[in-house]
């Protein structure tokens, strides 16, 4: 998806350079620019949020080995044993 923020960014700001008259092709440029600039902060701040919840994933199987579940008539119940 940021990936496509920036490809969007790409073809407005090309899309500027074009026949535009007036302020337009300076409008143009201007959205693709904050398009390209967002996107590539998406995937900047993607990729970190990735690594960390990645990395903490990887213990929280061990905490699943602690955890009981049981199906009784009266309801489901978890235990966790410390």
Request: without cysteine; aromatic residues 14%.
């Amino acid at each position: 998806m940021d990936l496509a923020y920036m490809a969007g960014g790409l073809y407005m700001r090309e899309h500027g350079k074009t026949k535009l008259s007036g302020t337009g092709h300076d409008r143009w440029k201007g959205y693709g620019n904050s398009l390209i600039f967002q996107g590539a902060f998406l995937l900047l701040f993607d990729g970190v949020n990735f690594m960390v919840h990645h990395s903490h994933g990887k213990g929280l199987f061990q905490h699943f080995n602690e955890l009981q579940l049981t199906v009784a008539p009266g309801g489901i119940g978890m235990v966790y044993q410390w």
